[in-house]
């Protein structure tokens, strides 16, 4: 069973430009969950979508949005990037809420 | 607010020897508690899970523990070996009502077997 896949795997912008990442769980897993980990803040939880719903969000700033399509894998976007926002992205899925969670190689992002 | 804490930040071991890690929680409503490992640069890789209602949960040199009363787990690796070498992580989840699958993370034990 191949494990949750995130792509691209590194990618470098400047101040004010977006992004987009992408993140495909685990096939018949339903619930994926993004996180923002920095070294200053750790593992910082941002949004979980479930069955193209977002059930739940955390304390970010509107920039940060994300969406799920009718085949479970998920996009978040940035937009306005700041030099804050460089951070490993790192996406979960499970298959339903409050199973285990399995995490993806993440995303590196840098903001120059 | 659920909050996390790891004890100790980092700890560095000859290989061989049995080793504790703890994470301690504040709210004690949690539905399950996930240890994590990480190795730098990378993603993180699940090691146990442990439901509200189990005390503990074990994987070959593997265990950790579950107190909810106290607000405690803990991870004990048994003969540790070099290749044990990451940062751990703990993580909480709380209620479905109250945080869906959030998980609250600790800061982590950075763990150092020297062989």
């Known amino acids: 069973k191949a494990g949750v896949t995130q792509t691209p795997r590194y990618l470098i912008k400047t101040r004010g430009q977006q992004v987009t990442l992408s993140c495909s769980p685990i096939?018949?897993?339903?619930?994926v969950s993004w996180y923002q980990q920095t070294p200053g803040q750790g593992l910082q939880f941002l949004f979980e979508?479930?069955?193209?719903?977002?059930?739940n969000k955390g304390n970010f700033p509107g920039r940060f949005s994300g969406r799920q399509f009718s085949n479970s894998r998920s996009e978040m976007n940035v937009s306005t990037l700041e030099l804050g926002d460089s951070a490993l992205y790192l996406c979960?899925?499970?298959?339903?809420?409050?199973?285990?969670?399995?995490f993806g190689p993440g995303t590196r992002l840098t903001v120059l | 607010k659920q909050e996390v804490t790891q004890i100790p930040a980092a700890l560095s071991v000859p290989e061989g020897e049995n080793l504790v890690l703890n994470c301690s929680f504040t709210?004690?409503?949690?539905?399950?508690l996930q240890w994590f490992r990480q190795d730098p640069g990378k993603g993180l890789t699940s090691l146990l899970l442990?439901?509200?209602?189990?005390r503990e949960q074990t994987s070959g040199r593997l265990n950790a523990s579950l107190d909810k009363s106290s607000g405690r787990s803990t991870l004990y690796i048994a003969a540790s070996q070099p290749g044990d070498s990451a940062t751990y992580l703990c993580a909480a989840a709380g209620t479905i009502e109250t945080s869906g699958s959030r998980l609250t993370f600790g800061e982590g034990t950075q763990l150092t077997v020297n062989p």
């Open positions: 096939s018949g897993h339903r619930s």
């Open positions: 709210d004690s409503a949690i539905y399950n």
């Open positions: 442990i439901q509200s209602s189990q």
């Open positions: 979960a899925s499970s298959f339903d809420s409050h199973n285990e969670q399995f």
């Open positions: 979508y479930f069955s193209e719903t977002q059930r």
